[in-house]
């Protein structure tokens, strides 16, 4: 059995990920890949509060918001963004 999940990235998330320079888009890449591990990986993670399963990375001034789908071992990164754009009612 196993214990990883499945990482999907929106479409939207991949677009706002472009535009973040590439030394800081690549330690939010590596920190995304560590997700497959969620909940068990030692991440800087909490859960928004009203928002179901939906979580947030911290990544430096980075946010990465992510959905958590238990039952379906599944990971959706929702949005990429610096902290004061990031948050928002479109989540």
Known sequence: ???E???L???KALKELRGIPQNE???IKDRISKLVFFPLAHLDVQKLKGYGNVYRLRVGQY????EYLKEDRVV???KVGKRENVYGDDL
């Not at 946010?63 to 992510?66: C, D, E, M, S, Y």
Request: glycine share 0%.
């Open 1 to 3: 059995m196993s214990f």
């Open 5 to 7: 999940n499945r990482v």
């Open 9 to 11: 990235i929106s479409k």
């Open 25 to 27: 888009r690549n330690m």
């Open 63 to 66: 946010r990465v918001i992510f």
């Open 76 to 78: 959706k990164i929702l």
